[in-house]
């Protein structure tokens, strides 16, 4: 079986690329050095290995089963979560005082790609977890967080987040569950909830959902929506579970990955008694939420990221095992034949999920330094440029990471759709992530509608600051010439097409200008990556006396592609937004 991760890949972005020594010189982490960095990252890479990774095919055949009454899971993940739980990693971004490590984002980011290389469902568990405790960290008034925060942190409680409605979907404006002041100080909510992963298991001894709903009498839309805690198991202060909650299982949904990670339909106060808690002030729900989405959005791209990388490291170690056929040039059928990584075409797709998958990465990693720099280092700019990335980063892995999983596949050929090997099942998990936290189309309208214009557009210039600086440095190396100089020729028309778009949305076109927002999308998912390869090379050949030959040649060749190959497709999509093509936004529905 290939490694969850390339460590010298890892380390490289770690050390080279995003400096994490450097965050030590925050107050926040200046009890940190390189050596303790090491020593948490491999703590989590012996968890992931040892108590994660052998169960994952195991937990994707035995799927969590409902019997009426509860619901049980393969004992395997119950013991994997003990182990994340007590290495105190639920808590690790939190602060000395409330139990937690104090890591930085970059590191806890690089901890977690380890879990979901291994095992992205039975990680799900405590991910969500940890993104709920965070909410109530962030929101939650101090006797929530005093009931919540420790059963959670220590493992004793899990946390979800329910959003979906299943007459609602994404449109979480129109959603029905609703809330009644009960008179105490808490409320009794009815309705349902559905694609709440997490939402029933038997891993844990109480479940701490995160509720979107409509207190009686609130205004329509997303201004009237507030959040709710409500427990599984009523809990006094003290954190002790006393009593059940009005919340029911209606039954589990069968997923075609992520299968270990229950999917529940939850009902709520079927019998009238589901108490509820207000978070912090009524109607302000889905912009609290919003915290656990972009952080959620986040994770997202990491899973899709090291899903796929996952399986580029298995048709890698495949391809490079497994002798069929001969070269072109050798017409001697009584010749040996090669290994499969000689082919041409081989390394096309290896070269393919390479610059895919370390590119994705590199970007996940980049959302984390931001948050470093943003949060422990108070910078206000690095958090208006992690708000614009945030649906580049959640949208470019989770779109190409399948189609690395895809390009596995056919690496191994008719091994690869068989489940003796692990490739089909990555890309089966990974196959839902474009649709995890929100869609492609979601996260383009969000993007182009919305997150460019912010702050005066500030966050692009940022970006764009960032990219400008990268280049310079990259355009002293002999080596970076081309690859310099056919992403400077492709970033003016990207510009260009930018400000006629922000042009036409300030028009009468906005419609159909968002008509192409995934689209949009994806072009600056390339272009940021594209940019990554570029930084990611220069500091290769910075840093080329601590790193093998190989690996610096690799980064080359992997640029070289993104820049031949992937950005002329950016170009192409360019000139049809540049064209205001309305293909899509003129078809009618009877035409389908």
């Given at each position: 079986?290939?490694?969850?991760v390339?460590?010298?890949?890892?380390?490289?972005?770690?050390?080279?690329?995003?400096?994490?020594?450097?965050?030590?010189?925050?107050?926040?982490?200046?009890d940190?050095?390189?050596e303790?960095?090491?020593?948490?990252?491999?703590?989590?890479?012996?968890?992931?290995?040892?108590h994660f990774?052998?169960?994952?095919?195991?937990?994707?055949?035995h799927?969590p089963?409902f019997?009426?009454?509860?619901?049980?899971?393969?004992?395997?993940?119950?013991?994997?979560?003990q182990?994340?739980a007590?290495?105190?990693l639920?808590?690790?971004?939190?602060?000395?005082?409330e139990?937690?490590?104090?890591l930085?984002?970059?590191?806890?980011m690089?901890?977690?790609?380890?879990?979901?290389a291994?095992?992205?469902?039975?990680a799900?568990y405590?991910?969500l977890t940890?993104?709920?405790?965070?909410?109530?960290?962030?929101?939650?008034?101090?006797?929530?967080?005093q009931?919540?925060?420790?059963p959670?942190?220590?493992g004793?409680?899990?946390?979800t987040?329910?959003?979906t409605?299943?007459?609602?979907?994404?449109?979480?404006?129109?959603?029905t569950?609703?809330a009644?002041?009960?008179?105490?100080?808490?409320?009794r909510l009815?309705g349902q909830?559905?694609?709440?992963?997490?939402?029933d298991q038997?891993i844990?001894?109480n479940?701490?959902?995160?509720?979107?709903?409509?207190?009686e009498?609130?205004p329509?839309?997303?201004?009237?929506?507030?959040m709710?805690?409500?427990?599984?198991?009523?809990?006094?202060e003290?954190?002790?579970?006393?009593?059940e909650?009005?919340?029911?299982?209606?039954g589990?949904?069968?997923k075609?990955?992520?299968?270990?990670?229950?999917?529940?339909?939850?009902?709520?106060?079927?019998?009238d008694?589901?108490?509820?808690?207000?978070?912090?002030?009524?109607g302000?729900?889905?912009?609290?939420?919003f915290k656990?989405?972009?952080?959620?959005?986040?994770?997202?791209?990491?899973g899709?990221a090291?899903?796929g990388?996952?399986?580029?490291?298995e048709?890698?170690?495949?391809?490079?095992?497994?002798?069929q056929?001969?070269?072109?040039?050798?017409?001697?059928?009584?010749?040996?034949?090669v290994a499969?990584?000689?082919?041409?075409d081989?390394?096309?797709m290896?070269l393919q999920?390479?610059?895919?998958?370390?590119?994705?990465?590199a970007?996940?990693?980049?959302?984390?330094?931001?948050?470093?720099?943003h949060?422990?280092?108070?910078?206000?700019?690095s958090g208006?440029?992690?708000d614009?990335l945030?649906?580049?980063?959640?949208?470019?892995?989770?779109?190409?990471?399948?189609?690395?999983?895809?390009?596995?596949?056919?690496v191994?050929?008719?091994?690869?759709?068989?489940?003796?090997?692990?490739?089909?099942?990555?890309?089966r998990?990974n196959?839902?992530?474009?649709i995890?936290?929100?869609t492609h189309?979601i996260?383009?309208?969000?993007?182009?509608?919305r997150?460019?214009?912010?702050?005066?557009?500030?966050?692009?210039k940022l970006?764009?600051?960032?990219?400008?600086?990268?280049l310079?440095?990259a355009?002293?190396?002999?080596?970076?010439?081309?690859?310099v100089?056919?992403?400077q020729?492709?970033?003016?028309?990207?510009m260009?097409t930018?400000?006629?778009?922000?042009?036409?949305?300030l028009g009468n076109?906005?419609e159909?200008?968002?008509?192409?927002?995934?689209?949009?999308?994806d072009i600056?998912?390339?272009?940021?990556v594209g940019?990554?390869w570029i930084?990611?090379?220069?500091?290769?050949?910075?840093?080329?006396?601590h790193?093998?030959?190989?690996f610096?040649?690799g980064?080359?060749?992997a640029?070289?592609?993104?820049?031949?190959?992937?950005?002329?497709?950016a170009?192409?999509?360019?000139k049809?937004?540049?064209?205001?093509d309305?293909?899509?936004?003129a078809?009618?529905?009877?035409?389908?």
């Amino acid at each position: 079986m290939a490694p969850l991760v390339n460590q010298q890949d890892l380390e490289f972005l770690l050390n080279d690329v995003f400096s994490a020594e450097a965050l030590t010189k925050f107050p926040r982490y200046a009890d940190y050095d390189q050596e303790a960095f090491t020593s948490v990252l491999d703590t989590a890479r012996r968890i992931a290995e040892t108590h994660f990774l052998p169960h994952n095919a195991k937990a994707d055949a035995h799927e969590p089963q409902f019997d009426g009454a509860k619901v049980t899971t393969i004992p395997e993940v119950k013991t994997a979560w003990q182990h994340y739980a007590d290495s105190g990693l639920l808590s690790a971004r939190h602060g000395y005082d409330e139990g937690g490590m104090q890591l930085p984002a970059l590191i806890s980011m690089a901890c977690n790609a380890y879990f979901m290389a291994a095992n992205p469902a039975t990680a799900a568990y405590p991910f969500l977890t940890s993104a709920a405790a965070n909410v109530i960290h962030a929101f939650g008034s101090e006797a929530q967080k005093q009931r919540f925060l420790e059963p959670m942190f220590s493992g004793r409680f899990a946390g979800t987040m329910a959003l979906t409605e299943p007459d609602v979907g994404s449109s979480l404006g129109d959603l029905t569950t609703k809330a009644v002041a009960h008179g105490d100080g808490s409320y009794r909510l009815k309705g349902q909830k559905m694609y709440i992963s997490g939402g029933d298991q038997d891993i844990t001894e109480n479940i701490v959902h995160l509720v979107l709903a409509r207190i009686e009498g609130a205004p329509t839309g997303v201004k009237g929506i507030s959040m709710f805690i409500v427990p599984k198991l009523l809990v006094d202060e003290q954190g002790n579970c006393t009593s059940e909650n009005d919340v029911k299982l209606a039954g589990l949904l069968h997923k075609m990955g992520y299968r270990g990670t229950t999917s529940t339909v939850l009902s709520f106060g079927e019998q009238d008694a589901c108490v509820g808690y207000l978070v912090g002030e009524a109607g302000k729900g889905l912009s609290y939420m919003f915290k656990m989405m972009n952080e959620a959005r986040v994770g997202v791209g990491l899973g899709a990221a090291m899903i796929g990388y996952r399986g580029y490291l298995e048709s890698l170690a495949y391809a490079k095992d497994r002798p069929q056929g001969r070269s072109i040039a050798n017409r001697d059928p009584a010749s040996k034949p090669v290994a499969i990584i000689q082919h041409a075409d081989v390394k096309r797709m290896l070269l393919q999920q390479k610059a895919y998958v370390e590119g994705s990465l590199a970007l996940c990693l980049l959302a984390a330094r931001l948050v470093d720099e943003h949060e422990a280092g108070d910078n206000a700019d690095s958090g208006i440029l992690l708000d614009l990335l945030t649906p580049v980063v959640k949208s470019y892995p989770s779109f190409y990471g399948p189609r690395a999983n895809d390009l596995a596949i056919q690496v191994l050929g008719g091994a690869g759709y068989i489940r003796e090997y692990p490739v089909e099942q990555c890309f089966r998990d990974n196959r839902l992530n474009p649709i995890h936290e929100g869609t492609h189309g979601i996260q383009g309208l969000d993007l182009l509608g919305r997150k460019l214009w912010q702050h005066e557009g500030k966050g692009l210039k940022l970006l764009l600051e960032r990219i400008q600086i990268t280049l310079h440095a990259a355009a002293k190396a002999p080596e970076l010439q081309e690859v310099v100089a056919l992403y400077q020729s492709a970033l003016k028309p990207f510009m260009t097409t930018t400000v006629e778009l922000g042009q036409a949305l300030l028009g009468n076109k906005a419609e159909g200008t968002l008509a192409n927002a995934s689209v949009y999308l994806d072009i600056m998912g390339k272009y940021v990556v594209g940019w990554l390869w570029i930084e990611m090379v220069e500091k290769a050949l910075l840093n080329a006396e601590h790193l093998s030959q190989e690996f610096v040649q690799g980064k080359l060749q992997a640029a070289r592609y993104f820049m031949r190959w992937e950005l002329p497709e950016a170009e192409l999509h360019l000139k049809r937004l540049q064209a205001a093509d309305d293909t899509f936004m003129a078809t009618e529905p009877e035409w389908l």
